[in-house]
């Protein structure tokens, strides 16, 4: 389930997208599209999506393509046992997407509240690693939400999930974290916020920062970004981060399409998913 699947000798375009349970024109989806030769990684756009329709109109464009997405693609093994809920991915994510967010919540806030105090939520293999938030966490960030809007509109576009469901091989789907790429680049610094009080000096040091780092390669990813100076204007001064979180996911996007199997463990565990790049 792991092997490559993007028709070998044609280079697939790349895609990282930022996600919103909730997308409105005020707090969009963010896609950004791209493509590499080599080692360089060329931005060509960044679209903006105000609706979960729109969202699942983009994952049915043709292919080949290789996206990284700032969702989660499963749910802690713990959890889905102690909860009685199936064991299978697939018809967990069914289970999962025929429940309301109302009673998602009461149920992992039981799941919680029976637990002793620094170990309320279940984590997934990968959120070590990956220093991400527990994908059953329903506030700040409300990834459990972003899991139950994004993941089904995945499988009803019939892309590929590699370690979790087969589907169209030139349409490959990635679960990507753009946090673990930002601590890479400037540490533990902030910055972004929605909040405009918090828009500060200081976060749009970080986000030039950050992208001055992106331009001249210096990841583990191997991969340089080229942007054209409107591009660059644009990731520094969306105070909002989800510009520059939409091309942190392109460059993981870009890392996986040059990995054997998509650079996922050998051991993945097919009920957890795992964060490309951890």
Not at 112 to 129: Q, T
Not at 166 to 184: F, I, M, N, S, W
Not at 224 to 253: E, F, N, P, W, Y
């Amino acid at each position: 389930m792991n092997t490559r699947s993007v028709s070998q000798g044609q280079a697939p375009q790349l895609l990282g997208v930022d996600f919103s349970s909730a997308p409105r024109a005020a707090k969009p989806i963010v896609a950004a599209w791209g493509h590499c030769a080599g080692t360089v990684l060329r931005l060509e756009a960044i679209e903006t999506l105000a609706s979960l329709d729109g969202f699942l109109q983009l994952l049915h464009r043709p292919g080949p393509w290789v996206g990284a997405f700032d969702l989660p693609f499963g749910l802690p093994r713990e959890l889905v046992e102690a909860l009685g809920w199936p064991t299978e991915w697939r018809a967990l994510m069914q289970h999962y997407a025929g429940l309301g967010r109302d009673e998602i919540r009461a149920t992992f806030a039981a799941f919680c509240a029976a637990r002793p105090v620094g170990a309320k939520f279940a984590h997934r293999a990968c959120d070590g690693p990956a220093g991400s938030s527990p994908s059953m966490k329903w506030v700040n960030p409300p990834v459990a939400f972003m899991l139950h809007a994004g993941v089904p509109r995945l499988v009803e576009a019939g892309v590929h999930l590699p370690g979790l469901h087969p589907g169209d091989p030139q349409r490959v789907a990635l679960e990507a974290y753009p946090g673990l790429l930002a601590r890479e680049l400037i540490g533990s610094r902030s910055y972004k916020s929605d909040d405009k009080a918090r828009q500060t000096p200081e976060r749009l040091i970080a986000r030039k920062d950050m992208v001055d780092a992106l331009e001249q390669g210096r990841t583990r990813l191997g991969l340089r970004l080229k942007l054209t100076h409107a591009q660059r204007d644009a990731l520094v001064a969306d105070a909002s981060g989800d510009r520059l979180d939409a091309v942190l996911c392109l460059m993981q996007a870009g890392w996986a399409s040059g990995q054997a199997g998509w650079g996922l463990p050998a051991d993945l565990d097919a009920l957890e998913g795992w964060i490309v790049t951890a």
